[in-house]
């Protein structure tokens, strides 16, 4: 049994923000990017994609010739794509492709109040708009445009940053990893409870039913074995022309595993995991930069649970013993052996 002592996390600098009642924790579900790995410098890619579609709109021709277009914009400054791409970690990249698309329409004098709305909506990290009253030609090739820009994104963000982290992290992975990840995966794991990691990312499979992609590949050099009885059970993510909320990966995978949302353990950085975990019951830790103020505003203004900087001592979050101690105000976390 393991179990969590809100009074020692507060004495270390951790931050319970939302109390909640002991119960059993069965698996976790971990965001991976900026939860456990820092490969990806995504933010500065995101801004430079978003903000040259934003103010000058969609760009014509393959994912390559687009990228091409985008990286012209490189020395331009746009902090409201900045902004956006802080506010919206952890929404599908297919929504933060739509929200640029949707504000390219204001230049041309083509938003309408439903555009609008949608913009307002995904500035408050919702990501299906069904109930809107949008005309199906207009969906269809905001979904094309979206695909296309989400492809030119990565490819920018290879170029820009991540191929040449992860040739680093193959040689370091340590260096490359949020300090105490793999120790903190590794007991849980120990502990009866089950690992998935969760991403937004898109997650391919090979002739083998193998995952592959450019995650994949990242997960691998960070030394993350991936499999059934593994350190992570199973890596679930996204495609590329089909937007997945994390809420509905998440859903997916409970209803797949025959899970119980109350014994699931949610860590993330971003707004979407953090919100799916708080909408379906689960327990939430947000590991948050100790200088990453806005970021920490708005996992407050969810209700996380619990705060973190770092995994470097959350193994002294749980144990096989219940404390003897008279205040645990928040209630424990406990794992199944």
């Known amino acids: 049994m393991l179990w969590i002592h809100p009074a020692e996390l507060l004495s270390q600098g951790f931050e319970l923000v939302t109390p909640f009642e002991p119960r059993e924790i069965s698996c976790a579900f971990h965001d991976i ?33 687009i990228a091409g277009e985008i990286r012209k914009h490189q020395t331009e400054s746009f902090p409201e794509a900045y902004r956006f791409a802080v506010e919206s970690a952890g929404l ?56 296309m820009l989400f492809k030119a994104y990565e490819i920018l963000l290879l170029e820009m940053s991540r191929n040449r982290n992860l040739s680093a992290a193959r040689k370091n992975p340590r260096d490359w990893r949020i300090p105490g990840s793999m120790a903190f995966l ?84 971003g707004r979407s995991e953090i919100a799916a975990g708080r909408e379906l019951g689960c327990v939430t830790i947000s590991r948050l930069d100790v200088q990453a103020e806005r970021a920490r505003e708005i996992h407050r203004r969810l209700r996380t649970n619990l705060i973190v900087p770092d995994f470097r001592i959350c193994g002294r979050l749980f144990s096989k013993s219940r404390p003897h101690c008279q205040s645990l105000p928040s209630g424990e976390i406990t794992g199944r052996q």
């Not at 995101?46 to 709109?57: Q, R």
């Not at 937007?243 to 990966?249: D, N, Q, V």
Request: proline share 3%; glycine share 10%; net charge negative.
């Open 186 to 269: 590794r007991m849980l794991k120990n502990n009866g409870v089950k690992n998935y990691f969760i991403t937004g990312a898109v997650v391919e499979y090979d002739a083998s039913g193998e995952a592959s992609g450019t995650m994949s590949e990242e997960i691998r050099a960070l030394g993350y074995a991936v499999g059934e009885g593994k350190l992570i059970e199973e890596f679930c993510g996204s495609a590329w022309n089909e937007k997945l909320p994390k809420i509905e990966i998440m859903k997916q995978l409970i209803r797949r595993k025959n899970l119980s949302p109350e014994q699931i353990l949610v860590i993330g950085d």
């Open 33 to 65: 990017d900026g939860t456990h790995s820092r490969i990806r410098e995504w933010v500065p890619v995101m801004t430079l994609v978003t903000g040259a579609v934003a103010a000058y709109g969609m760009f014509h021709g393959t994912p390559i010739e």
């Open 92 to 147: 599908s990249a297919l929504t933060q492709m739509e929200w640029a698309l949707r504000m390219a329409r204001r230049p041309e004098g083509k938003s309408d109040d439903v555009n609008e709305k949608i913009i307002a909506a995904i500035w408050e990290g919702r990501e299906i708009f069904d109930d809107m009253e949008e005309g199906p030609e207009d969906r269809r090739r905001l979904r094309e445009q979206a695909s």
